[in-house]
């Protein structure tokens, strides 16, 4: 360990500045999407079995909600511009413009050149959890997604229903790609429902059951066109263990639903970023 200075304590007690004050982002025009939900119907529905993926499209106005059925489930959710798989979405800055974990009123940004708000997220019966004495709370965009490659670094095993392999193969399925294409599609995870935080001590990442319990749900709307996997974790409820068939899992319901189109006057699908990227990079 490095000799620490004589003004250690006084560079630590620097107070610390937001990086992002998300007071001049777009505005997420909250009560006019709730609004609009309350006269939605429902369009269709998928269950995705435990321990696997399944795809969904949700057109640009449209919601889309993740229920927790039969019992306490942890679900990895990608989302991809439906016309355009490089669009996917960014957890990084979605962390960094929102925080650790997201909830209502928060959106799902897009990734690099786009940068735009893919979805907006309207209600979440989890938002009662806040922040726990270990620093955990829910819906993270701090994980990845649980992936063979780890689980084979960490333990030598092959497992083949990790979230990244639920993933790569609903979206091949779902988009006719070779398995080796989609997998380059997939990316890190919205852990919907899962509670996570960073030790306080150590600072690494840690998991504990979550909350979940059948009836709770995390609802999105659609600000564009978006195809969207969700995979039912292996780990369950995130109480033990993943990248096995140790744990318990349980399936999630997505469903879609459409608001009456004059719903939503006022709302425009999110625009394209407005950085002049030609001249940026020329
Ligand atoms: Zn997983």
């Not at 009560?31 to 006269?39: F, H, N, S, T, V």
């Not at 992936?147 to 993933?167: A, E, F, I, K, W």
Request: proline share 7%.
């Amino acid at each position: 360990m490095s000799q620490m200075p004589a003004d250690a304590e006084e560079r630590r007690a620097v107070p610390p500045v937001i990086c992002y004050p998300p007071e001049t982002l777009p505005d997420p025009q909250l009560a006019l999407k709730q609004a609009a939900r309350a006269g939605a119907e429902k369009l269709s529905e998928v269950r995705v079995p435990p321990r696997e993926a399944r795809c969904f499209e949700v057109k640009a106005g449209q919601f889309v909600r993740i229920t927790s059925v039969e019992g306490p489930q942890v679900g990895d959710l990608n989302l991809w511009n439906a016309q355009d798989l490089g669009e996917r979405f960014f957890s990084g800055k979605t962390r960094a413009l929102h925080g650790t974990h997201v909830s209502t009123g928060d959106r799902l940004w897009s990734s690099l050149p786009h940068l735009r708000a893919m979805a907006t997220v309207v209600a979440d019966t989890l938002d009662w959890y806040g922040i726990d004495e270990f620093g955990g709370a829910v819906h993270d965009v701090i994980g990845t997604r649980c992936d063979p490659y780890t689980g084979h670094l960490l333990s030598g095993v092959q497992y083949h229903h990790c979230c990244h392999s639920n993933l790569t193969r609903a979206l091949a399925e779902a988009r006719g790609l070779p398995l080796e294409h989609a997998e380059l599609h997939v990316h890190d995870v919205l852990n919907v429902f899962m509670c996570t935080g960073f030790t306080r001590d150590t600072g690494q990442y840690f998991m504990k059951a979550s909350p979940v319990r059948p009836g709770d749900h995390f609802e999105l709307f659609a600000e564009i066109d978006l195809l969207g996997a969700l995979s039912a974790c292996p780990g369950g409820d995130c109480s033990a263990e993943h990248t096995s068939d140790a744990a318990a899992c349980h399936p999630l319901l997505v469903e879609v639903f459409a608001p009456a189109p004059e719903a939503l006057a006022g709302w425009e699908p999110a625009p394209a970023n407005g950085y002049d990227r030609t001249h940026g990079l020329g």
